[in-house]
Each structure stands twice: as C-alpha cells, then as structure tokens.
C-alpha cells in the first residue's frame, strides 16, 4: 500500500491522495488502508518513512568519492535506480521536487531534500577546492540546479512513459560533467 501511496503522489501530487485511491491502486479494497492505518494522517506518517527509508536506499554507498566525482555518481544512482526500480525513483522526485513545507509529509521530507540538497553543494565544494570543479560555481545554486534536473526527468517521464529517460540521463550527467569542470577535467568523471 506504501508504494502504491508513492507512485499516486508522483503522479497526481499529496493534496489529490486519498486512502480509497490507495486501496485500489494498491489492488486491494478501496477500504484496506482506512483499516490498517485507521486515518489519512497516520498513513502519511507512515508513507513519509516509507519513502525516507526508499531514498536512502538508493543513495546509500554513493557518498564514497568525493567532488565531481562524487555528484555524477549520486547523479547516476538516482537515474539507475529509477529504471530499475521506478517506485524508489518516484520517492526521489518526492524527496526533491517537494520544497513546500506546509503538507503532512515536508519535516521528514524537508529534512531529506535539505541533506541532499548540502550533500550535492558540500561535493561541489569539493571539486572546486580540488580543482576540478570551475571556482566560479557556486555550491548551492549547481545543488539545487541538479536536484531540479533529476526532478524534470522524472517529471517527464512519469507524464510519458515512453521518454527515454536513459537518454536523457546520460546528457544530464554529461550537462553537469562539462558545465561544472574546470578547463581540465578529469577523464574519469
């Protein structure tokens, strides 16, 4: 029911979620989650984690390198994950695309966009002090231009199922190799 709740929000967005939704959807009675979260507000506690734990996921083991390295490898997970799993994509775009922080899910989710969002800018400083990355970036602003890239991929692809999305993909990650080096980058990023 969780992930059924994921790709709804996705797709349509929190304010249209309703628990009969989810119950088909999810393939079950229209009913099932009423009863097994007894309220729209608890299923949202529960969906928030669900999705925490689904982000996680997907970046867990991609913070081993450092600088732009680093940020076409966090970049690359996300859109791998995406294709091989589209639920823990959507909880991506969730997580990024959901800056408002007035609805049931923003703490928990505000928090992740927020870790993200200074994990990518902290990468980018990396880079800059490295060499690597062109010193006129400014950390947060290319965070926040990335996570806003990833988002419209998504975003396209959720409204067209046939985008190709690896393509697509494959010229973001090249966007933020060449708009992010240095004259000289590094082969291997």
């Known amino acids: 029911m969780l992930a059924a709740g994921v790709r709804l929000v996705a797709r349509e967005g929190l304010e249209k979620l309703t628990l009969t939704d989810v119950g088909k959807s999810a393939g079950y009675s229209r009913g099932l989650p009423a009863h097994h979260f007894g309220s729209r507000d608890r299923y949202l506690k529960a969906l928030a984690s669900y999705v925490a734990i689904e982000f996680d996921r997907t970046l867990r083991g991609v913070d081993a390198a450092t600088g732009l ?102 010229q973001l990650l090249a966007l933020i190799r060449h708009g992010l080096a240095s004259r000289h980058p590094d082969p291997e990023a």
């Open 69 to 170: 390295v680093a940020v076409l490898d966090i970049t690359r997970a996300v859109l791998t994950q995406l294709m091989a799993d589209p639920t823990r994509g959507m909880a991506t775009q969730i997580v990024l695309a959901d800056s408002r922080r007035q609805s049931a899910l923003s703490e928990d989710l505000a928090r992740l966009r927020d870790e993200t969002l200074a994990l990518l800018a902290r990468h980018v400083r990396q880079g800059i002090e490295a060499g690597e990355v062109r010193p006129d970036v400014v950390p947060e602003h290319a965070a926040l231009l990335i996570a806003a890239g990833i988002c419209g991929l998504i975003d396209t692809w959720l409204a067209e199922p046939r985008f190709d999305i690896a393509a697509a993909g494959d």
